[in-house]
């Protein structure tokens, strides 16, 4: 594995193999009563958040703190710039901290290709911009694993605001290093111009494609699309591309549902849908904590381990 | 009297130049009888800096001086028709004497200085400091671009007249970093400059579809997730001047294009026999988008972000070839300074554009000449006679020939080397080429007959 985990696209079939299945042996100690390892003592990891992202934080100082090691959260919210402080400064902060590694949460695309050019520890993407997420595909692969046994072959259906979307990224080359086939669908304004030439198919029609879906990812539509013309109304979007009740219906019996979050109820997810037995959406959130666990462990452990 | 030996005039036959009076005198071809010795070096007339071409073998104190090119290419002193001097403002990018210094450097005896300085050059007052800043500094001539509209804002016209009449003249008029969108403002702009032969020089680029635009929309920005810059937004704003300069009768330039489709339209614009002109820059005729997604310093490095940004292999190709057959007039090098705190940062942080002044020359030889595009006598044509008539410069761009202004480069296209930019004597270091081996060097400058570069190094 490489030292960093910046793009999913990084990361081999093998890779991605080990880091599910140490996921499923930590899942086991998870549920135990007392989940600390001791594997990362002495072990410092730094999350480093530019954007808000509570979720997103919580779960990997609670995957890091599992695996005993120290972390340091460190919100920096805002740019860097409109802070006056520089990504590379802080990352030289870290650096001089001696940060085994970085997590680090930026609305820049690329930041931690960025920052991996200024510490010696490992980074790791928590989501840049409207790049990538691999963590969040790491755990929706693992989340789709545990309910439908393996990926190969499972056809996974993304919906949504693709364009912007950096879940959508990491789990299209995640999902497609695993085998399973991807479709995304939404409405065109939200697709990029090359999607053309993504491992994935790539459809208008959402009725169309959810009969033939293993599992159906929806994806948040974010407020501010809605006043930029991306679409003309959130009715309209809803309508059109909103999984409610009667396309709920229309899914195979064994079909999951999944969601990122945080959603909106009533927009692209009914709240009966996501609170379906098959929706997976707040498995998603314990998951999230074991495949980071394996992540760092993967990580920073293999040395000392 | 000053004695340039050993010289291909535009590549041609070996051949003395001699000057006087800023003005060429004589030109000889070099022979056995002449006084020069095997080792290309005049008898009796050995200097301490006589070893490389364009080395001072006489005396270096303006009368008498002799320069042994060693077999180097002769070219019109280069022009620049698109420079960022960053003076008055943003001094700790770039100054009119680093900018200048620089440019002398790359073999340019002329450079347009860009308007976007702060203050804005919209009025007599600032084009004509920048102007008296070249004179006073003397390492090339400056003409500065005056803004099309008052602080670039796209409002109101600038005083052009007052431009166009003041000590530094100005003819090139350029809103340039931003496009003058309005279309009625863009009419009047081209119409009120024919009063004096001036020119609008257009940054294409539709501010709509454009809006937090990063990189070139297309395959690797969806990958990448950079907000995409589509060709699309270039193109529609280029076809529409070109209609407004044919329905008014005017002089339109298009700066630095960058896509295939641009070509297209100013292909097509020519043929009807509008009075238009287009300029490349070197960088994108060498470099693509790929190189955000992969290269040697590393991905999303913001050094290769520009405004155009870098487009696809396809459109290098358009360009290279309408470079070539004359559909794209001129290299402009769109130098753009910066200080490197302004592109040590995350990419959408960073600012916009590259140095290019002393790499300009090496870039169009990789691309152009090394391809069998061009030769050197139409390169000569694309970066000094051509931009110096479209700036309609009197004393530049001229051929070199008895009784033309002295404005002379030397270059050397044998030696490839490594582009170390720490060797610039620009202030800023922002080349995507650092690292890279282009060939070719400028051995010596001279701006009307007097030396601003010897064997390599300012004088």
Known sequence: MNRHLISAGDLTKDDALLILDTAEELARVTERSIKKLPTLRGRTVVNLFFEDSTRTRISFEAAAKRLSADVINFSAKGSSVSKGESLKDTALTLEAMGADAVVIRHSASGAPHRLANWVRGSVVNAGDGTHEHPTQALLDAFSMRRRLGGLEGRKVTIVGDVLHSRVARSNVLLLNTLGAEVTLVAPPTLLPVSVGTWPCEVSYDLDAVLPKSDVVMMLRVQKERMNAAYFPSEREYSRRYGLDRDRFAKMPDEAIVMHPGPMNRGMEIAAEVADSARSTIVEQVANGVTIRMAVLYLLLGGESA | ?459
């Open chain 2, 1 to 459: 009297m000053t004695i340039i030996r050993n010289v291909r005039i535009l590549g041609g036959e070996l051949a003395d130049i001699r000057v006087a009076h800023g003005v060429i005198t004589a030109i000889t071809p070099t022979g056995p009888q002449a006084d020069v010795i095997s080792g290309g070096r005049p008898s009796g007339q050995e200097g301490a800096g006589g070893a490389g071409p364009g080395g001072v073998v006489g005396g270096a104190d303006g009368d008498g001086l002799v320069v042994d090119g060693k077999g180097a290419i002769a070219l019109p002193g280069l022009v620049d028709l698109h420079t960022h001097l960053r003076e008055p403002g943003r001094e700790d990018a770039e100054t009119v004497q680093t900018g200048t210094q620089s440019a002398a450097r790359g073999g340019f005896t002329a450079v347009h200085a860009m308007a976007n300085t702060s203050p804005v050059a919209d009025t007599a007052g600032v084009v004509e400091q920048v102007w008296r800043l070249g004179r006073e500094f003397g390492h090339c001539d400056v003409h500065p671009v005056g803004a099309v509209t008052v602080g670039l804002g796209g409002r109101h016209l600038a005083e052009l007249g007052a431009m166009a009449d003041s000590a530094a003249r100005v003819r090139v008029f350029s809103d340039d970093g931003k496009c003058v969108d309005d279309a009625v403002l863009m009419r009047r702009a081209l119409e009120y400059v024919k009063a004096f032969d001036g020119v609008v020089a257009q940054h294409a680029q539709e501010p709509r579809l454009t809006e937090g635009a990063q990189m070139n929309e297309g395959v690797v920005s969806g990958r990448l997730g950079l907000t995409g810059w589509p060709a699309v937004a270039e193109e529609a704003i280029i076809a529409r001047d070109c209609l407004l300069a044919a329905h008014v009768g005017s002089r339109l330039h298009v700066c630095h294009l960058s896509t295939a489709g641009s070509v297209e339209i100013i292909r097509w614009a020519k043929s009807k026999g509008w009075n238009v002109t287009a300029e490349v820059t070197p960088h994108h005729l060498l470099l693509t988008d790929d190189l955000v997604e992969e290269s040697p310093v590393g991905a999303y490095n913001p050094i290769y972000k520009v405004n155009p940004p870098l487009r696809t292999r396809a459109d290098v190709e358009a360009l290279r070839a309408a470079l070539a057959d004359g559909t794209i007039d001129v290299v402009a090098t769109d130098h753009a300074p910066h200080p490197v705190e302004d592109k040590e940062t995350e990419w959408s942080a960073a600012a916009m554009g590259m140095v290019g002044l002393e790499t300009a020359l090496s870039v169009v030889q990789e691309a152009m000449v090394e391809t069998g595009l061009l030769d050197w006598a139409s390169v000569a044509q694309r970066m000094s006679v051509t931009p110096a008539r479209i700036g309609r410069l009197a004393g530049q761009g001229q051929p070199l020939e008895v009784g033309a202004p002295a404005n002379i480069t030397l270059y050397d296209p044998s030696v490839r080397t490594e582009v170390d930019p720490s060797a610039f004597v620009s202030k800023s270091r922002n080349t995507p080429y650092e690292g890279m081996t282009l060939p070719g060097r400028v051995v010596a400058t001279f701006l009307r007959g007097r030396p601003t570069v010897l064997e390599g190094k300012l004088v």
